[in-house]
């Protein structure tokens, strides 16, 4: 079973600009909440560990959630309003966020809050904005340091500078958390926002050396690059059609996640042994599963069976 942890909002995408106002299509996503999704609907039990509003929006929420098979871990209600994101699209598709509604129930997690966990629970994703405003970050952070040694780790920083515009906050959560994951996944957008000019291979092997088993920079319609300790290689994005990229990261990761998972390879010592074959599979299959959220609206990862095999478990 997997934990995600982090926030769950509505994308609000402007559709029409209008004489007289503006059409909108508000959906629900957030970075976690889109791969807690995408995990479910590839076939993995998904608890998620995110701040909802008794609002409108928070109900909706939780209904969508239920529908897709995802658990929620019950937090304090602290009466605070969903977060939602205004959405800009341009030319390509890709996404510029703008957020305006501040303290938001995402954000209200108190360190307090952290439940024990089941056994059940193999491993654990976060990342994005709760891991770097307060008081959610701290929380996850204690998450992070209490569960290091005994659950997989993943965490995508997914930097939105709109929420938090300085980017030593977010340089600092990710120092901070970089030791405690066994997977990294950044993409190069982010990458350049905190360090600028910084070499994609030197930043992973320094990563590497700090404690993850795996990292992986994903460079959108380029591919991604990966390394462990043993191996490392690129890949190519699959071409297909291409509404916008919204959510197309998160479900790269939870493709990743999951490829990881059905192979046998979700732990410390999985991804040390993972060669340079099983590690291509894996980062395809997630590829192949981005592609897809691409080719329509929003943040809208496709199911298991839409994507290929791949290799057996390891004995």
Same mark, same amino acid.
């Given at each position: 079973m997997f934990l995600v942890c982090g926030e769950a909002l509505f994308d609000v995408f402007v559709v029409e600009d209008r004489p007289d106002g503006l059409t909108l299509d508000a959906r629900p996503g957030g970075s976690p909440f889109n791969v807690a999704i995408g995990l479910a609907r590839l076939g993995w039990p998904v608890w998620g560990l995110m701040g909802l509003s008794a609002d409108f929006f928070g109900d909706r929420l939780r209904a969508v959630l239920a529908k897709e098979g995802v658990g929620l871990v019950p937090l304090p209600d602290r009466r605070a309003p969903t977060n939602l994101a205004v959405v800009r699209l341009d030319d390509r598709g890709v996404p510029a966020y703008s957020?305006?509604?501040?303290?938001?129930?995402?954000?209200?997690?108190?360190?307090?809050?952290?439940?024990?966990?089941?056994?059940?629970?193999?491993?654990?994703?976060?990342?994005?904005?709760?891991?770097?405003? &307060?008081?959610?970050?701290?929380? @996850?952070?204690? *998450? =992070?340091?209490?569960?290091?040694?005994?659950?997989?780790?993943?965490? +995508?920083?997914?930097?939105?500078?709109?929420?938090?515009?300085?980017? &030593?906050?977010?340089?600092?959560? @990710?120092?901070? *958390? =970089?030791?405690?994951?066994?997977?990294m996944k950044i993409s190069?957008? +982010?990458?350049?926002?905190?360090?600028?000019?910084?070499?994609?291979? &030197?930043?992973a092997h320094s990563w590497l050396a700090l404690g993850p088993g795996l990292v992986v920079i994903t460079d959108g319609e380029k591919g991604a690059r990966a390394w462990t300790g043993r191996v490392s290689l690129s890949l190519p994005c699959h071409p297909g059609p291409l509404v916008d990229t919204v959510g197309a990261g998160d479900t790269f990761q939870a493709g990743l996640l999951a490829a990881l998972a059905e192979m046998g390879h979700l732990s410390r010592e999985g991804l040390a042994s993972l060669d340079r074959e099983r590690l291509a599979a894996a980062l395809d299959f997630a590829a192949r599963a981005a592609a897809a959220t691409c080719s329509r609206r929003g943040a809208d990862p496709p199911r298991r069976h839409a994507l290929p095999h791949l290799p057996e478990k390891c004995p």
């Open positions: 957020f305006g509604v501040p303290e938001t129930a995402d954000q209200s997690i108190l360190p307090g809050d952290l439940p024990d966990l089941p056994d059940s629970i193999r491993a654990i994703h976060l990342g994005s904005i709760d891991t770097a405003l &307060e008081p959610v970050g701290s929380a @996850l952070l204690a *998450l =992070a340091q209490r569960e290091t040694a005994r659950r997989f780790i993943a965490y +995508d920083p997914n930097v939105r500078l709109t929420v938090e515009p300085d980017p &030593e906050i977010w340089r600092r959560t @990710l120092d901070n *958390l =970089a030791p405690l994951v066994d997977l190069t957008e +982010d990458l350049d926002l905190l360090y600028p000019g910084r070499d994609p291979e &030197e930043a």
